[in-house]
């Protein structure tokens, strides 16, 4: 079960995949998902997202296969609308043949739920809801998992939208602050190559 502990809380590597942020648009080959995001947007350099993810350029040389093997998972996009602080990021978690047999998106939105929520509390964060449910994401339905909570007297949302490509879950995690945009930036994310 360690392996499955929050994404939230395990953010660990970024993942060299074939992916590219260009302009106000993103895309991931080896997942098959993308956004374009208004002209507000800002997408994080690969650089960036190594700051975020607790790593050096260094650590993204040669011995970064078995990292990636043992990380559990990655942040591979984040963007940020400059104007309103609201966030989108993708999480990628690979799984084994047989954990990707057992485990789906459902199951992983409600095992993932618990962690978030306590993850939230501790950092100080009040009123925590975090509740599993489904939303219409790129074409289809899928299991979600939605927080609201208060974060210094803030209202927070986040929705994070779970999809599975072959044996490799994708987290798609839309965050905002005061009101909640989180499923108008979802909306944003698509399954084919523009």
């Known amino acids: 079960m360690k392996k499955f502990t929050s994404v939230f809380l395990i953010l660990a590597l970024l993942l060299c995949l074939p992916a590219a942020a260009e ?5 991931n080959e080896e997942v ?3 956004c374009t995001l208004g002209e507000n ?4 350099t690969d650089e960036e997202l190594a700051t975020q993810n607790g790593l050096t350029a260094e650590q993204m040389g040669e011995g970064y296969s078995k990292l990636v093997e043992e990380s559990g998972s990655l942040m591979v996009m984040m963007a940020v609308d400059t104007q309103t602080g609201a966030s989108v990021n993708l999480t990628l978690q690979p799984l084994s043949s047989l954990e990707s047999k057992v485990i789906g998106e ?3 939105a409600k ?3 618990p962690s978030l929520k306590e993850a939230l509390l501790q950092m100080g964060s009040e009123d925590v809801e975090a509740t599993v449910g489904e939303l219409e994401f790129m074409g289809s339905t899928h299991p979600c998992i939605r927080i609201a909570a208060a ?3 803030m209202d927070f949302f986040e929705t994070l939208a779970i999809y599975k490509a072959g044996d490799t879950v994708c987290i798609v995690t839309a965050a905002s602050y005061g009101e909640d945009t989180t499923q108008a ?3 944003n994310f698509y399954g084919e190559k523009p």
Request: glycine share 16%; aromatic share 34%; net charge neutral.
């Open 23 to 27: 302009g106000n648009g993103y895309w």
């Open 32 to 34: 098959q998902l993308g």
């Open 41 to 44: 947007w800002y997408f994080f």
């Open 106 to 108: 459902a199951y992983y």
């Open 111 to 113: 095992m993932s739920a």
């Open 151 to 153: 974060i210094q007297g």
């Open 185 to 187: 930036a979802l909306a």
